[in-house]
């Protein structure tokens, strides 16, 4: 639905590498995508890598480059996506967050300037990855904020998708793919969280409770992954949970040992969220079209937000990290494909 | 000042192989440590190892103990102190937190049974590094909760170091070496958390706030590692925050890349705790003497709590993962002996 090409990059001189992850609401009659815009400078030597960020001891913060020699011995290549120089983690483009509407769903036009750049100190290598909640009469957009400090996740709010409120750091480092729900549960906030353990290191599912969506704690784990399926390596929560009458259901992904991203369904408890009631055998959407197989870093679909109209949910997910796709599935049958059992 | 020798084990047939990283307070006219000591299964085969934790599926839970043949193909040899097989990182010794006092500070008796054991899912492999904080008339205990999960931090309080109430987690994994200020500042209460990341991995100093001790947020980076420095590698604050006329005094933990853990001090803004105004160029104490260089996890001194009497400062800290010691210093000294600049 959305490619590199069709976006104008946010700089002069710079392209669009990727278009991907997007969150997804239904907003004034349109389906309206927060897609993330990963740019970077147009390459002029083969011979370097080339690290975008924003450097906050200027003033005002303004882009700035590091580059780096492929052939410096302090240079670790990682994969596509990042490398790491003298003990520092980079990456080697910098994304933001672009609106992008819809009448159909289907064709999107995308925004010219960006909706929610890098501007704080822990987005200083970029913006990502968000998630948008509809509660109580205002917009919520909870995105991945990376920096030297490491990967954590930050929020921001709007009335109306033009100017943004932003709120500073939800979660501490490390902590992607934070969802918070719709409405309070027991009073409380609830969110779904993905904390990352480096000594004991289990990518798992957690919720966190908030009695005003800045402070969050009772964290509690929620799912963990399933050692020889699909979803064996890490897990996280994808789309905003939607209210059922059989449950919370959460679009989640998982990733196995090769880095093969899929997506899957989950069932949760209505009044205690972190109680799991069913779980996705199979993965509702693996890897398979060419687009889907090879990209920016290949073999992944990755969801951000599903939109829900009548029956039909449109899941919105990034493909290769390059292409922003959307799938269509009966909710319905979503529903009957789960196990009765979390755990088969 | 604590040795493994003069602690009972909480099992029968165990040892107790560490007390270490002891939380300190001045109760009742007395210097009370809450005391990690951490215990297995007396060794019976030296071709196994052997994982202690508690087993949440057995109603209560129990100890349960994994045997892994040293041959076993599935096994990685970590350090001493921990192991990984199949995929999954557990710990040689479970720890449980044990009240010690003395009147003069330097000899202690302990008590015979713990005082806050594992009990949790969360606390499965085991309940370490406490700091004790008195606020608002009341103790609170913050310490590192190890599972398969990850390590996270738990609360706990007490009024009489008897019966402790427990609170659930507060920061999700990986985090510890939180520690909670004795008084709110600017209305709100605020601790120092050492947040680890995975692919980004920066072991610093953050701070985060808290309107009700259970939820925590505005997460800020507070202090960073030093290149080339003692505290080059991974820092964590130690002793909780002490007021001065110059501003908060911390007492913390840096180690370089071949993990030698030093002490240093650093001195914050008592409005903003986030701003740094000092820190320590050498540190106050490294691993020099036998005890300290060589025991469970050598080259290691570790603080989890200090105790201020007139002018003179009592370091309670690990030394080689193994004892429990003490130094004293001038609290007038120390300030003065910190340089102005904090990058300095």
């Given at each position: 639905?959305?490619?590199?090409?069709?976006?104008?990059?946010?700089?002069?001189?710079?392209?669009?590498?990727?278009?991907?992850?997007?969150g997804a609401i239904?907003?004034?009659?349109?389906?309206?995508?927060?897609?993330?815009?990963?740019?970077?400078?147009?390459?002029?030597?083969?011979?370097?890598?080339?690290?975008?960020?924003?450097?906050?001891?200027?003033?005002?913060?303004?882009?700035?480059?590091?580059?780096?020699?492929?052939?410096?011995?302090?240079?670790?290549?990682?994969?596509?996506?990042?490398?790491?120089?003298?003990?520092?983690?980079?990456?080697?483009?910098?994304?933001?967050?672009?609106?992008?509407?819809?009448?159909?769903?289907?064709?999107?036009?995308?925004?010219?300037?960006?909706?929610?750049?890098?501007?704080?100190?822990?987005?200083?290598?970029?913006?990502?990855?968000p998630r948008i909640t509809e509660i109580?009469?205002?917009y919520l957009v909870t995105?991945?904020?990376?920096?030297?400090?490491?990967?954590?996740?930050?929020?921001?709010?709007?009335?109306?998708?033009?100017?943004?409120?932003?709120?500073?750091?939800?979660?501490?480092?490390?902590?992607?793919?934070v969802t918070v729900f719709p409405?309070?549960?027991?009073?409380?906030?609830?969110c779904y969280?993905?904390?990352?353990?480096?000594?004991?290191?289990?990518?798992?599912?957690?919720?966190?409770?908030?009695?005003?969506?800045?402070?969050?704690?009772?964290?509690?784990?929620?799912?963990?992954?399933?050692?020889?399926?699909?979803?064996?390596?890490?897990?996280?929560a994808g789309a905003v949970p939607i209210r059922?009458?059989?449950?919370w259901l959460v679009i989640?992904?998982?990733?196995?040992?090769?880095?093969?991203?899929?997506?899957?369904?989950?069932?949760?408890?209505?009044?205690?969220?972190?109680?799991?009631?069913?779980?996705?055998?199979?993965?509702?959407?693996?890897?398979?079209?060419?687009?889907?197989?090879?990209?920016?870093?290949?073999?992944?679909?990755?969801t951000c937000g599903a939109t829900l109209?009548?029956?039909?949910?449109?899941?919105?997910?990034?493909?290769?990290?390059?292409?922003?796709?959307?799938?269509?599935?009966?909710?319905?049958?979503?529903?009957?494909?789960?196990?009765?059992?979390?755990?088969?």
């Amino acid at each position: 639905m959305i490619s590199p090409e069709q976006v104008k990059p946010s700089q002069q001189g710079w392209e669009v590498v990727s278009t991907l992850n997007a969150g997804a609401i239904l907003y004034q009659g349109e389906v309206l995508l927060l897609a993330r815009v990963a740019e970077r400078p147009r390459p002029d030597d083969p011979d370097e890598v080339v690290a975008p960020m924003l450097d906050m001891l200027s003033d005002p913060p303004a882009m700035r480059l590091l580059h780096v020699r492929r052939s410096d011995p302090h240079l670790v290549g990682g994969d596509p996506r990042l490398f790491t120089y003298r003990g520092q983690t980079y990456l080697t483009s910098i994304s933001h967050l672009r609106i992008a509407r819809s009448r159909d769903g289907r064709r999107f036009s995308v925004e010219d300037r960006p909706a929610l750049a890098p501007t704080a100190w822990y987005e200083a290598f970029g913006v990502e990855d968000p998630r948008i909640t509809e509660i109580e009469g205002r917009y919520l957009v909870t995105h991945t904020a990376v920096s030297a400090h490491g990967i954590a996740t930050a929020l921001a709010s709007t009335h109306d998708f033009r100017s943004f409120a932003r709120h500073g750091l939800i979660f501490a480092p490390e902590n992607r793919n934070v969802t918070v729900f719709p409405e309070k549960v027991n009073g409380r906030y609830v969110c779904y969280h993905r904390p990352v353990g480096h000594h004991i290191e289990a990518m798992d599912m957690w919720a966190a409770y908030s009695p005003d969506l800045q402070h969050w704690g009772e964290h509690v784990s929620v799912m963990s992954r399933r050692p020889g399926h699909w979803d064996s390596a890490r897990i996280g929560a994808g789309a905003v949970p939607i209210r059922t009458e059989r449950g919370w259901l959460v679009i989640y992904h998982g990733a196995d040992e090769s880095q093969r991203y899929s997506l899957g369904a989950m069932l949760c408890n209505l009044e205690r969220p972190e109680s799991v009631l069913a779980r996705s055998a199979e993965p509702l959407l693996s890897p398979e079209a060419p687009y889907e197989v090879e990209g920016f870093f290949g073999n992944v679909v990755f969801t951000c937000g599903a939109t829900l109209r009548g029956d039909t949910l449109v899941i919105y997910y990034g493909a290769a990290d390059k292409f922003i796709c959307g799938a269509a599935v009966s909710l319905t049958e979503l529903l009957d494909s789960l196990p009765e059992s979390p755990t088969s």
